[in-house]
């Protein structure tokens, strides 16, 4: 199992723009496919993004299709969640996870998960 760390939350008001990354503890650890979720206060935890092992798959929800992208720097063995356009109803934990694209899309299966990183969108 994978211990994931990501970075890059904060408080953003609306319009603005965040970048996640997430990477694995140990820095020489390559991630396969790669995912982001959300969890916003009082809902389910939600897919957001998901992106193949070499970056040439990727999918999205539709709530944040043409606002945010998921890309990924194997060098760096890190993955990234651009967040532009922010809407207050984009507040959310946001986690990353590493799993298959099946799994993260279809059924949030993952084997790693990280421990959450917080965006607040403010109007």
């Known amino acids: 199992q994978v211990q994931l760390v990501e970075s890059g939350g904060g408080l953003v008001q609306a319009g603005g723009s965040l970048r996640l990354s997430c990477a694995a503890s140990?820095?020489?650890?390559?991630?396969?496919?790669m995912g982001w979720f959300r969890q916003a206060p009082g809902k389910e935890r939600e897919f957001v993004a998901a992106?193949?092992?070499?970056?040439?798959?990727?999918d999205y929800a539709d709530s944040v299709k043409d606002r945010f992208t998921i890309s990924r720097d194997n060098a760096k063995n890190t993955v990234y969640l651009q967040m532009n356009s922010l809407q207050l109803e984009d507040t959310a934990v946001y986690f990353c996870?590493?799993?298959?694209?099946?799994?993260?899309?279809?059924?949030?299966?993952?084997?790693?998960w990280g421990q959450g990183t917080q965006v607040t969108v403010s109007s």
């Open positions: 992106i193949s092992w070499n970056g040439g798959n990727t």
């Open positions: 996870a590493a799993g298959t694209m099946a799994g993260l899309i279809g059924s949030q299966r993952a084997g790693s």
């Open positions: 140990r820095r020489s650890t390559f991630l396969g496919d």
